[in-house]
């Protein structure tokens, strides 16, 4: 199994401005994942974090608003750049270690914008 | 592209109740089959995962099945509790995790 550390846990920022979320793996994976869930709506992948290269993003979601860094394959940052109160959602990021292998997640980071 | 539908979007059950979930997906090809719980305003919890080449997985009162042929998958979930009142999501991971809209599960005291 793996254990997913995800911070922060939840925040409140100013629109305009923009909030970094890490995620840390307690073991090297293959595949992570970043997710939104926005108020009473199921979950939408945002894109895929690639070690070593670009991320690759799900129709909808853009670079510039979501940008992506994976140095390592324990770790990832998501950052939601010159927030709107519509960004306001609950962020995951998730991992598989392969295919076939379970997908696990981390807690969450509720975003509000106001 | 791997599509995953549940059935029912709600339900609700007096406590004590057996009921079933489901989760179907239009490409067989999977490698397995995760369902999920998440509460309210919270991350996901790994439930059960099946393995394609097992056709269930049990866990307590949790028994999920898989149909390949079918694309079908349910989760059993026997003398539900209050406790059990939540979001039940089902994925196929691939490439990339496909979600259910999921199931919003209501436990009557």
Redesign the interface.
């Known amino acids: 199994s793996a254990v997913i550390s995800?911070k922060p846990s939840r925040d409140i920022c100013q629109r305009g401005t923009s909030l970094t979320i890490q995620c840390q793996v307690d073991s090297q994976v293959t595949?992570m994942?970043w997710y939104r869930q926005q108020p009473g709506?199921?979950?939408t992948?945002i894109a895929?974090a690639n070690q070593g290269s670009e991320a690759t993003y799900e129709s909808g979601f853009v670079i510039d608003k979501f940008p992506i860094s994976r140095p390592n394959l324990t770790f990832s940052t998501l950052t939601v750049s010159n927030m709107s109160p519509e960004d306001s959602s609950?962020y995951?990021c998730?991992v598989?270690g392969g295919?076939?292998?379970?997908?696990?997640?981390?807690?969450?980071t509720?975003l509000t914008v106001v | 592209k791997q599509e995953v539908t549940q059935i029912p979007a709600a339900l609700s059950v007096p406590e004590g109740e057996n009921l079933v979930l489901n989760c179907s997906f239009t490409d067989s090809a999977i490698y397995n089959l995760q369902w999920f719980r998440q509460d309210p305003g919270k991350g996901l919890t790994s439930l059960l995962l099946i393995q394609s080449s097992q056709r269930e997985q049990t866990s307590g009162r949790l028994n999920a099945s898989l149909d390949k042929s079918s694309g079908r998958s349910t989760l059993y979930i026997a003398a539900s509790q209050p406790g059990d009142s939540a979001t039940y999501l089902c994925a196929a991971p691939d490439d990339k995790i496909i979600f259910g809209k999921g199931t919003r599960l209501h436990i009557l005291p």
Do not use: D, H
Not at chain 1, 99 to 108: H, I, K, L, N, Y
């Open positions: 995800q595949m994942f709506q199921s979950l992948l895929t609950i995951l998730s598989v295919f076939g292998t379970e997908a696990f997640f981390g807690q969450g509720r």
